[in-house]
Nanobody, 124 residues
Framework: QVQLVESGGGLVQAGGSLRLSCAAS????????MGWFRQAPGKEREFVAA????????YYADSMKGRFTISTDNAANTVYLQMNNLKPEDTAVYYC?????????????????WGLGTQVTVSS
């Protein structure tokens, strides 16, 4: 089992920044891809970004490129999502996920483990 715990969400004004954290624990999560997804009210869950622990290759949804940065702290078993220039449309619950995606980084069904999520609200 892999346990994931997100933190760092909150209320921020448009143009502001937040850094989300995802603390990972459990068996062999080092072999997994780590992803961030988000889900706004009434909308489907959407891919935000992903990173591999071993190679630290990163992948982003097109709409997030340039504003969001995913990174890892291997010593702390933590994945981060730095979000800059936030917009009201970024308001959502943000989820951390882990899985063996076999190249399908944006496919949520490839992720076997999920955190409970952290709320991000961006006011205009």
């Amino acid at each position: 089992q892999v346990q994931l715990v997100e933190s760092g969400g909150g209320l921020v004004q448009a143009g502001g920044s937040l850094r989300l954290s995802c603390a990972a624990s459990g068996r062999t999560f080092g072999a997994y891809v780590m992803g961030w997804f988000r889900q706004a009210p009434g909308k489907e869950r959407e891919f935000v970004a992903a990173i591999t622990w071993r190679s630290t290759s990163t992948y982003y949804a097109d709409s997030m490129k340039g504003r969001f940065t995913i990174s890892t702290d291997n010593a702390a078993n933590t994945v981060y999502l730095q979000m800059n220039n936030l917009k009201p449309e970024d308001t959502a619950v943000y989820y951390c996920a882990a899985g063996r995606t076999y190249g399908y980084y944006s496919d949520s069904t490839r992720y076997a483990y999920w955190g409970l999520g952290t709320q991000v609200t961006v006011s205009s």
